[in-house]
């Protein structure tokens, strides 16, 4: 019954190759482990595989004998697949489901990268827990480097249940040097979701950062719900702004710093030294000089000048990330409006700057 399937698919690709347009008659044979002869033309594979042309050229021993081309090792309507292939180039999904592992073997050694690109794309769709490492091993014996990542990305996302698999076990026992790349990848990849997280969460706090910048320039100039310039008159419009929850926070900030009492005597609290590192933070930021309305800006930068103080690394990179923050969110979101009226140097103290309601 075998032998009679066996032979049904090599009439089949027999009859394939017969209703090619302009081709003589068959003269060479491929041998499979089943005994089956399939009949084929060298010229075909030849220009299919070049492995295959290096086969044909070498010299018969004998003028008379007849050539043959063994493809041993996979089943033998998995080489009717792969003849045919080399003929029509196409593959059912039918082949593929029952052959995809074997002629991506196939493929491989004998150089045929469209078939190798084919059934990367068809076996990969088709992993499963159970099948993932067997493939995951042809993968890295085939250089298949898009099925090997598809591997390792399914056994990262499933490894408690392949650790139980049969393939797994073997693997363990035959292939140690796998298992310590596949526990790289997952370590690897786990290192990478942490730093992810970190920078995201970095990232976010220097955005915070920059929308405080953009928040204490708006109360400085224009004014926000409570706070605003003393010079100024309040409006009429009470709405909150559009980053209210930003603008909130610095407001509140700020009538803390107008009133805590440790803020002359002692360097101030934990809050006041937080306003003064934001003041600090926009005057190194700040690129508006004589004319920016936000209190001591000019006298931070003075300062600065006059005792040559270099800032710290630490300070440097910070000032840096805010303002790539603020770049970034530049891109995204449309600017604020400023108003641009030129001011007179203001004097040191904070509290004249404010107008508290």
């Known amino acids: 019954m075998e032998d009679n399937n066996h032979n049904s698919t090599s009439s089949a690709v027999i009859s394939a190759i017969s209703s090619a347009r302009q081709l003589q008659e068959p003269d060479v044979q491929i041998l499979t482990s089943g005994g089956i002869r399939i009949p084929a033309h060298s010229s075909i594979l030849a220009m299919v595989s070049p492995v295959l042309e290096n086969i044909i050229e070498r010299p018969l021993k004998h003028r008379s004998s007849e050539r043959f081309i063994p493809i041993l090792g996979v089943p033998c309507d ?34 045929v990268p469209q078939l190798k690109q084919r059934c990367t794309r068809g076996v990969s769709q088709r992993l499963t827990v159970e099948n993932v490492v067997d493939v995951l091993q042809l993968a890295r014996l085939c250089d298949a480097r898009d099925l090997y990542l598809k591997c390792m990305k399914q056994i990262l996302a499933n490894f408690k249940a392949v650790e139980q698999t049969e393939g797994w076990k073997f693997m363990q026992d035959h292939d140690p040097w796998l298992e310590l790349e596949i526990l790289q990848f997952i370590d690897e990849a786990e290192s990478r979701k942490k730093r992810t997280r970190r920078q995201r969460k970095e990232r976010s706090l220097y955005l915070q950062l920059s929308e405080a910048m953009e928040c204490l320039e708006h109360i400085c100039t224009e004014g926000c719900t409570t706070v605003g310039p003393y010079d100024v008159e309040p409006t009429k419009k009470t709405g909150p702004c559009n980053k209210y929850t930003t603008c909130q926070g610095v407001q509140l900030l700020i ?52 005792q040559k103080m270099a800032d710290d690394a630490k300070w440097k990179l910070l000032v840096r990330k805010v303002l790539s923050a603020k770049a970034m969110s530049s891109l995204s979101l449309p600017k604020r409006k400023r108003e641009e009226e030129p001011r007179e140097t203001m004097g040191g103290q904070v509290l004249k700057t404010f107008r508290l309601c």
């Not at 934990?270 to 000019?298: A, E, F, G, N, Y």
Request: glycine content about 4%; some cysteine.
């Open 78 to 111: 998995a080489v009717s697949a792969f003849v045919g292939y080399l003929y029509s180039s196409r593959c059912t999904e039918e082949q593929m489901e029952k052959y995809g592992i074997h002629l991506l073997a196939l493929s491989h050694v004998y150089s």
């Open 255 to 306: 009538k803390h710093f107008a009133l805590c009492k440790r803020r002359a005597n002692e360097g101030g609290c934990s809050r006041c030294k937080r306003m003064w590192q934001l003041l600090r933070l926009h005057s190194s930021i700040c690129d508006q000089h004589d004319s920016c309305r936000v209190p001591l800006c000019r006298q931070f930068k003075l300062k600065a000048q006059q």
